[in-house]
T-cell receptor
Framework: GAGVSQTPSNKVTEKGKYVELRCDPISGHTALYWYRQSLGQGPEFLIYFQGTGAADDSGLPNDRFFAVRPEGSVSTLKIQRTERGDSAVYLC???????????FGNGTRLTVT | AQSVSQHNHHVILSEAASLELGCNYSYGGTVNLFWYVQYPGQHLQLLLKYFSGDPLVKGIKGFEAEFIKSKFSFNLRKPSVQWSDTAEYFCAVTSNSGGYQKVTFGTGTKLQVIP
């Protein structure tokens, strides 16, 4: 079946603008994760959803970052007042159940100019 | 808090050479261990995993890893690498805290295999 889909694949925005990044997980996967990967680094945890609720948002860097998953499927990561330091690849992953491996999307490369 | 260390940031090997990539983790409880691989232009994908049982686990494409609890290590090995193994490799650890798995990744090792 289809894998995890992330759109857009690339996003260039100006400093101070608002952006939304979308993740469409594998059908039936209840767990959804957002990670951020900067150059030369491993994926850094941002937020985890179990169903519709954010079970752990401890990785969100500050209150400019917010994520939702209103129907327990598609998730949107929202970044307000973007800063150049937000430039990174934002990865989404889903998993079927506890201890199942993560299935990653191709990521959204965000560039803030 | 859990953490993962990968000491080799960039490894260059000739085809047919043997590979060992180091991974050490820090966590006091029960962990699950993974290696993920990212081929050029592709998404991260699972290479192999350890949950319990035999500490020597085998994954896809001839890769294996050994969990040594006393050393907090989970090193990745392959006896003979191929050019197609050129990729970035990430070690990851999960712990079952709060009823879900929190996955922590290492910084990755870029492997370049020269034909």
């Amino acid at each position: 079946g289809a894998g995890v889909s992330q759109t857009p694949s690339n996003k260039v925005t100006e400093k101070g603008k608002y952006v939304e990044l979308r993740c469409d997980p594998i059908s039936g996967h209840t767990a959804l994760y957002w990670y951020r990967q900067s150059l030369g680094q491993g994926p850094e945890f941002l937020i985890y959803f179990q169903g519709t609720g954010a079970a752990d948002d401890s990785g969100l860097p500050n209150d400019r970052f917010f994520a939702v998953r209103p129907e327990g499927s598609v998730s949107t990561l929202k970044i307000q007042r973007t800063e150049r330091g937000d430039s990174a690849v934002y990865l989404c992953a889903s998993s079927e159940m506890l201890n199942s491996p993560l299935h990653f999307g191709n990521g959204t490369r965000l560039t803030v100019t | 808090a859990q953490s993962v260390s990968q000491h080799n940031h960039h490894v260059i090997l000739s085809e047919a050479a043997s590979l060992e990539l180091g991974c050490n983790y820090s966590y006091g409880g029960t962990v699950n261990l993974f290696w993920y691989v990212q081929y050029p232009g592709q998404h991260l994908q699972l290479l192999l995993k350890y949950f319990s049982g035999d500490p020597l686990v085998k994954g896809i494409k001839g890769f294996e890893a050994e969990f040594i609890k006393s050393k907090f290590s989970f090193n990745l090995r392959k006896p003979s690498v191929q050019w197609s193994d050129t990729a970035e490799y990430f070690c990851a650890v999960t712990s079952n805290s709060g009823g879900y798995q929190k996955v922590t990744f290492g910084t990755g090792t870029k492997l370049q295999v020269i034909p």
